[in-house]
């Protein structure tokens, strides 16, 4: 069995007397492209919040690469290589794209508090090592020109791309996106769907929410689709396209709305 | 204007380090109050400019400080110079201690514990604590500052005490700014969720800005103490953590808008000595005026210090 997986096995949340996720269990490969699809409010975001330490389930357990990671502290969750975006973009908006993707190597790096205070040789060597890796993810994400622009003053595209390079500045093993697309236009979607697979092949795991379906059947190799916080089915994007059940609960709701 | 402000810096010290032989004493007086102020108003930026955290109780810190320096002085006989140390490290671990417990409260929750803890401190040195702080009266007579058996009483020589602590409270600030542990500070500042979920451990980086403010404001307090060979509650009274907590709002979290905070604060009422007691008038204003008009502060604290490599002409011309 390879070591990097994560797992769910019987998740559970509730907010008082609501049940967001009910008893989930999934299980993602390394290298895969998975993908968590369902209707407005089936407890997508409330899986990845549970995975990312934002919220801690009350039943179940989180493994990651073997290790239990429920109850963890999202920075703990981060030093284990599970890096996260957020649905609404959260930015540091008065701050520039350059250093925001830097927020992204503070775990990367070795300085401690103290260099806060006296500099020495190595905290400057690190210092510029970093900024150099920011560079690189500048380049990668084509973000070059926007290097010292205030992240508020970018265009809604444009701020999704700077929140991936500064989950990928981490360097993580798996990282996971809640709807990516989410305010994209079509130009911009294709794009996006280049970029998440540029990053599968540099060997990270990624996770996704989305309700693009077009993307979703495009990019992943797995799927769970969730209806009210329970897993209704899973497979790959074909089997999941023909599942009835799934038809009902969301793609035949989609379709409904087309008409 | 980048010429300007490429040029503004080594002209500020050169003006700084000149002055006390230019002024009558009255007026280095003064000079040394500013140097002071500035430096407690900017550990107060450490703790609320960068970090985003609304504390009340800069003046506690400064008065530890002073306090420190004077009992160690005065009761134990150290010299001024050895007492340095304990001035900084006392008031660093007792905000360590203090922020443990509060920093996660949110902005105005922390607000008021910080002003408790401000009004208990003041109500402390007033009751004599062991016999140590001097009841209301505090503390007078302290030595005078010596290094090397030169006993430095004159007051050019407490103005350059002064300035070499402001000199390095600038230096400390130039490399927060520059440093892991700086950028953490603005990070949590502006987004505490996105800072955590990108493996920045929110609370012990701002217990650090507590520790880092509060160490810097009890060095200001052994030159307060220095400067006056006495130490006494009113001048750590929580209307001073007020006029820090402004000083840094107004002036906008950035070297010199709180150096003009300061300025405005302290120095202009010695020029116009009519306008003395207009000045919690005219400040007040002033705060009212800039938080409508310019909410960053009359002076914003600029962002972008990234390396010139990374940054590249637009292809827009934007």
């Given at each position: 069995m390879a070591h990097n997986e994560l797992i769910l096995t019987n998740v559970t949340k509730r907010f008082g007397g609501l049940t967001a996720v009910d008893a989930l269990t999934m299980t993602v490969e390394p290298g895969q492209i998975y993908g968590v699809i369902g209707p407005n409010g089936a407890g997508k975001t409330t899986v990845f919040n549970c995975i990312t330490g934002i919220y801690k389930s009350e039943e179940g357990s989180v493994s990651w690469r073997g290790e239990e990671i429920r109850g963890l502290t999202p920075y703990q969750i981060v030093d284990r290589g599970i890096v996260r975006t957020f649905q609404t973009i959260r930015l540091f908006s008065q701050m520039s794209v350059a250093e925001n993707i830097m927020s992204g190597r503070h775990i990367k790096s070795t300085q401690k508090w103290w260099h806060g205070i006296i500099p020495t040789p190595g905290s400057r060597r690190d210092e510029k090592e970093n900024w150099l890796k920011v560079g690189e993810l500048l380049e990668f994400f084509n973000l070059e020109e926007f290097a010292a622009i205030p992240t508020a003053s970018l265009s809604y595209g444009h701020q999704r791309r700077v929140e991936m390079a500064r989950a990928m500045a981490v360097d993580p093993t798996l990282l996971i996106l809640d709807e990516p697309a989410a305010g994209l236009n079509d130009k911009e979607t294709s794009e996006l769907l280049e970029v998440i697979f540029k990053i599968r092949e540099q060997g990270v795991t990624v996770l996704l929410i989305e309700h693009d379906m077009d993307l979703v059947m495009k990019v992943t190799d797995y799927l769970t689709v969730l209806n009210f916080g329970k897993k209704i089915a899973e497979g790959t994007p074909d089997e999941i396209q023909k599942n009835p059940l799934v038809i009902e609960a969301y793609l035949g709701s989609e379709d409904d709305d087309d008409e | 204007m980048k010429a300007l402000q490429r040029f503004s810096y080594p002209i500020f010290f050169v003006i700084m380090a000149l002055i006390p032989h230019l002024?009558?004493?009255?007026?280095?007086?003064?000079?040394?109050?500013?140097?002071?102020?500035?430096?407690?108003?900017?550990?107060?930026?450490?703790?609320?400019?960068?970090?985003?955290?609304?504390?009340?109780?800069?003046?506690?810190?400064?008065?530890?400080?002073?306090?420190?320096?004077?009992?160690?002085?005065?009761?134990?006989?150290?010299?001024?110079?050895?007492?340095?140390?304990?001035?900084?490290?006392?008031?660093?671990?007792?905000?360590?201690?203090?922020?443990?417990?509060?920093?996660?409260?949110?902005?105005?929750?922390?607000?008021?514990?910080?002003?408790?803890?401000?009004?208990?401190?003041?109500?402390?040195?007033?009751?004599?604590?062991g016999g140590l702080t001097g009841g209301p009266n505090g503390i007078f007579g302290l030595g005078s500052l010596s290094i090397f058996g030169l006993n430095l009483t004159s007051q050019v020589a407490v103005y350059y005490f002064a300035f070499i602590v402001f000199l390095l409270t600038l230096w400390i600030m130039h490399n927060l700014e520059k440093s892991k542990a700086g950028r953490a500070l603005h990070y949590l500042r502006e987004d505490q969720l996105a800072a955590e979920s990108i493996g920045i451990n929110t609370r012990s980086y701002k217990i650090f800005a507590f520790g880092l403010g509060a160490g810097?404001?009890?060095?200001?307090?052994?030159?307060?103490?220095?400067?006056?060979?006495?130490?006494?509650?009113?001048?750590?009274?929580?209307?001073?953590?007020?006029?820090?907590?402004?000083?840094?709002?107004?002036?906008?979290?950035?070297?010199?808008?709180?150096?003009?905070?300061?300025?405005?604060?302290?120095?202009?009422?010695?020029?116009?000595?009519?306008?003395?007691?207009?000045?919690?008038?005219?400040?007040?204003?002033?705060?009212?005026?800039?938080?409508?008009?310019?909410?960053?502060?009359?002076?914003?604290?600029?962002?972008?210090?990234?390396?010139?490599?990374?940054?590249k002409e637009s292809k827009h011309g934007a």
């Amino acid at each position: 069995m390879a070591h990097n997986e994560l797992i769910l096995t019987n998740v559970t949340k509730r907010f008082g007397g609501l049940t967001a996720v009910d008893a989930l269990t999934m299980t993602v490969e390394p290298g895969q492209i998975y993908g968590v699809i369902g209707p407005n409010g089936a407890g997508k975001t409330t899986v990845f919040n549970c995975i990312t330490g934002i919220y801690k389930s009350e039943e179940g357990s989180v493994s990651w690469r073997g290790e239990e990671i429920r109850g963890l502290t999202p920075y703990q969750i981060v030093d284990r290589g599970i890096v996260r975006t957020f649905q609404t973009i959260r930015l540091f908006s008065q701050m520039s794209v350059a250093e925001n993707i830097m927020s992204g190597r503070h775990i990367k790096s070795t300085q401690k508090w103290w260099h806060g205070i006296i500099p020495t040789p190595g905290s400057r060597r690190d210092e510029k090592e970093n900024w150099l890796k920011v560079g690189e993810l500048l380049e990668f994400f084509n973000l070059e020109e926007f290097a010292a622009i205030p992240t508020a003053s970018l265009s809604y595209g444009h701020q999704r791309r700077v929140e991936m390079a500064r989950a990928m500045a981490v360097d993580p093993t798996l990282l996971i996106l809640d709807e990516p697309a989410a305010g994209l236009n079509d130009k911009e979607t294709s794009e996006l769907l280049e970029v998440i697979f540029k990053i599968r092949e540099q060997g990270v795991t990624v996770l996704l929410i989305e309700h693009d379906m077009d993307l979703v059947m495009k990019v992943t190799d797995y799927l769970t689709v969730l209806n009210f916080g329970k897993k209704i089915a899973e497979g790959t994007p074909d089997e999941i396209q023909k599942n009835p059940l799934v038809i009902e609960a969301y793609l035949g709701s989609e379709d409904d709305d087309d008409e | 204007m980048k010429a300007l402000q490429r040029f503004s810096y080594p002209i500020f010290f050169v003006i700084m380090a000149l002055i006390p032989h230019l002024l009558n004493p009255r007026w280095q007086a003064v000079s040394i109050t500013f140097l002071i102020f500035a430096v407690v108003a900017l550990s107060q930026d450490i703790i609320l400019g960068k970090s985003g955290m609304f504390n009340m109780g800069q003046a506690l810190f400064f008065g530890m400080g002073a306090y420190t320096t004077a009992i160690l002085n005065s009761h134990f006989g150290w010299p001024i110079i050895a007492t340095i140390p304990m001035a900084i490290l006392i008031p660093a671990l007792f905000g360590v201690v203090l922020a443990g417990p509060i920093v996660h409260l949110r902005g105005d929750y922390l607000l008021v514990v910080t002003i408790g803890f401000n009004i208990v401190f003041v109500q402390v040195l007033q009751n004599n604590l062991g016999g140590l702080t001097g009841g209301p009266n505090g503390i007078f007579g302290l030595g005078s500052l010596s290094i090397f058996g030169l006993n430095l009483t004159s007051q050019v020589a407490v103005y350059y005490f002064a300035f070499i602590v402001f000199l390095l409270t600038l230096w400390i600030m130039h490399n927060l700014e520059k440093s892991k542990a700086g950028r953490a500070l603005h990070y949590l500042r502006e987004d505490q969720l996105a800072a955590e979920s990108i493996g920045i451990n929110t609370r012990s980086y701002k217990i650090f800005a507590f520790g880092l403010g509060a160490g810097i404001a009890g060095l200001a307090g052994t030159v307060f103490a220095v400067q006056y060979s006495a130490v006494s509650p009113e001048a750590f009274e929580f209307i001073q953590s007020v006029l820090f907590f402004s000083i840094v709002l107004v002036g906008g979290s950035s070297v010199p808008g709180i150096l003009l905070g300061v300025f405005v604060m302290f120095v202009l009422p010695e020029i116009f000595r009519e306008f003395a007691t207009w000045r919690y008038f005219i400040f007040g204003f002033a705060m009212i005026l800039s938080m409508i008009l310019r909410p960053r502060g009359i002076w914003p604290a600029t962002f972008g210090k990234i390396p010139k490599f990374l940054i590249k002409e637009s292809k827009h011309g934007a």
